[in-house]
């Protein structure tokens, strides 16, 4: 009975942990693709806490009720147990190659088809006793074959380990998924313990209060990447910008230089997702994001994504012509992208610049609206010339 109660008491600390996360989310978050998956796996894990209570509350009670609840709790907890390993392997997935899941039935078909056999194995059950039976005292028994649904659970998460481990060496430079690296490798090893210690020990089941606190340490992080990141394209975001912009303008300049900001935006991007969906839209803001990144480089250069598809960048340099061959440089490599013929859809930018002290702009906002003006009259004349040749 004590066990019983330790066990209801460490679950329901993690369901208030999972609850916050929710409730926090649906204030402040963005609902990027990305963090849809994400949260889809919090709330699956919120149900199969709540139908483990309701199995330890119900399980050894006398009564049919108290047998039809047992059953369909159980066929319920192998079922969401598969759901959810499977869509943390389609979470770590989409975090390095989310175009390739939406594209390749095939890959949907091979993640999916282990989660079919325990579907089966577990609805059958109440009559085959595969998975598990439920005696006549009410008690809960494996099955002689829950082996097979045990090493599925524990393959989705071992896929998950190797995902991460395989793309680390890869990511390793990139800020935005550093953290979420380390905390999900982690995190993930730790729960593929608990499931391996689960198979080998019966009524040692940690799982999914681990899961639930991995879940947990990931949305701290991304909410901590949220303060200075954008989490789609890896660049700094606009809170970083607005305080970096204010400390370059007031701040001493290298010897030599002057400071330029250019702001660019995507062309007709609303027609990339109206046409080809929005993960291709995230992922034409991502590659649009690796182009000016190799661009634009040096210690000193701030580049940002300044909003929806519009992206800045401080800049040095020792002259107007300077700056205008930097801007014919982005011009440049997003050309070089779109005669590629592994490109889904052409990626056409717009770049406008200005720079501090020129023209009466002598402080951060004037900064701004100056290269916004800039960035307007460049959208002008190539949505004119744009328009002219579809």
């Excluded at 089941?205 to 606190?213: A, G």
């Excluded at 250019?262 to 291709?280: A, C, S, W």
């Excluded at 800045?312 to 982005?330: I, T």
Aim: glycine share 4%.
């Amino acid at each position: 009975m004590s066990s019983n109660l330790l066990y209801l008491e460490v679950n329901s600390i993690c369901l208030l942990l999972l609850l916050w996360i929710i409730l926090t989310a649906g204030r402040n978050e963005d609902f990027q693709t990305r963090n849809v998956y994400f949260y889809r796996e919090v709330s699956l894990t919120m149900v199969i806490l709540l139908m483990d209570m309701l199995w330890v509350s119900v399980e050894g009670h006398a009564g049919r009720l108290f047998y039809i609840v047992n059953v369909v709790v159980n066929v319920l907890y192998f079922v969401m147990s598969s759901v959810i390993c499977a869509g943390w392997v389609i979470f770590a997935m989409y975090l390095f190659n989310s175009r390739k899941i939406s594209a390749s039935r095939t890959k949907k078909a091979l993640l999916f088809f282990p989660h079919v056999v325990v579907c089966l194995l577990a609805v059958t059950s109440p009559w085959t006793h595969f998975t598990f039976f439920i005696d006549s005292h009410n008690v809960y028994h494996r099955g002689q074959f829950i082996w097979i649904t045990e090493i599925i659970i524990c393959l989705y998460l071992f896929v998950t380990f190797l995902i991460i481990l395989v793309h680390m060496a890869n990511q390793m430079s990139a800020r935005t998924r550093r953290n979420h690296l380390f905390a999900l490798l982690s995190l993930t090893v730790l729960v593929f313990s608990s499931g391996l210690v689960m198979f080998l020990m019966h009524g040692f089941d940690t799982l999914w209060p681990l899961f639930s606190i991995m879940l947990f340490v990931v949305y701290t992080d991304i909410q901590m990447e949220r303060i200075t990141l954008d989490s789609l394209t890896g660049l700094s975001n606009r809170a970083f910008f607005d305080r970096r912009l204010a400390d370059v303008t007031t701040g001493p300049r290298p010897e030599g230089k002057e400071l330029y900001l250019y702001v660019m935006d995507v062309d007709f991007f609303k027609r990339i997702n109206d046409t080809y969906g929005h993960l291709e839209g995230d992922e034409a803001l991502r590659r649009t994001a690796e182009i000016l990144r190799s661009v634009f480089s040096g210690e000193q250069t701030v580049l940002v994504r300044y909003g929806g598809d519009e992206f800045a960048c401080l800049w040095y340099c020792e002259s107007e012509r300077e700056a205008e061959e930097q801007r014919e440089k982005v011009m440049d490599a997003f050309r070089e992208r779109n005669m590629d013929p592994s490109s889904a859809f052409p990626i056409n930018i717009s770049v406008g610049f200005a720079r501090f002290g020129a023209n009466g702009i002598h402080n951060d906002i004037e900064l701004i609206n100056a290269a916004e003006e800039a960035l307007g009259r460049v959208k002008m004349v190539s949505h004119r010339k744009m328009r002219r040749h579809r």
